[in-house]
């Protein structure tokens, strides 16, 4: 069965440092998101891509990064991880305005 | 822009009550609908969604939503509430048109559900 899985599903890192959130889905899906999930703001768009080589910023770009170089995969990578990014991270992808999730990742950053 | 609002954060039904989830919408061209389900420590699951079709839509788990374009709403409903509703429910608006398929959530509401 087609999935989309996040890894890892857990992560407590140290502020300043670099940290990698991988996405991988099997749906052949060309849209893939990235968004945060905190405590009284529901779910925010971090990045998504339309394609392979395409990344396009959402609301709450700054201190974020993707790249997209096959369709399968979608990288979100903290260049710097700051207390403020402690979040659930969730990974989408779909077609024609649905969207499918992943289990989700929960970084902690002290 | 689209946006999304979602009446209360938190709603508390007894086991056997109506579920009502509100909803309403801003968007200047017809919209897409969409409810997600997400329980604890899960990510979100799609329970129904209006594109333009049928009015009524109905969805997994014997919910349902009507779109009301003179109301700008979408809200859920289930007849009957089950323990295993108790969840966190999302509203979500995209585009139908312009190509963007970006989705607008709601901030949520909370679904308690009482023996």
């Known amino acids: 069965d087609a999935e989309i899985t996040q890894s890892p599903r857990h992560k407590i890192t140290e502020t300043g440092r670099q940290v990698t959130l991988a996405c991988h889905q099997t749906w052949n899906h060309n849209n893939m998101f990235w968004y945060r999930q905190d405590l009284g703001h529901g779910l925010r768009l971090i990045h998504y891509s339309y394609g392979v080589q395409d990344t396009n910023k959402g609301e709450v770009s700054d201190g974020y990064s993707v790249s997209r170089s096959n369709t399968e995969d979608l990288p979100l990578t903290l260049e710097s991880a700051a207390s403020s990014q402690t979040s659930v991270y969730f990974c989408?992808?779909?077609?024609?305005?649905?969207?499918?999730f992943g289990p989700g990742t929960r970084l902690t950053v002290l | 822009a689209q946006s999304v609002t979602q009446l209360g954060s938190h709603v508390s039904v007894s086991e056997g009550a109506l579920v009502l989830l509100r909803c309403n919408y801003s968007?200047?061209?017809?919209?897409?609908l969409f409810w997600y389900v997400q329980y604890p420590n899960q990510g979100l699951q799609l329970l129904l969604k209006y594109t333009s079709a049928a009015t009524l839509v109905k969805g997994i788990n014997g919910f349902e939503a009507e779109f009301k374009k003179s109301e700008t709403s979408f809200h859920l409903t289930k007849p009957s509430a089950h323990m295993s509703d108790a969840a966190e429910y999302f509203c979500a608006v995209s585009l139908s048109q312009g190509g963007s398929e970006k989705l607008v959530f709601g901030k949520g509401t909370k679904l308690t559900v009482n023996p």
């Open positions: 989408a992808s779909g077609r024609y305005n649905e969207q499918f």
């Open positions: 968007s200047s061209v017809p919209p897409y």
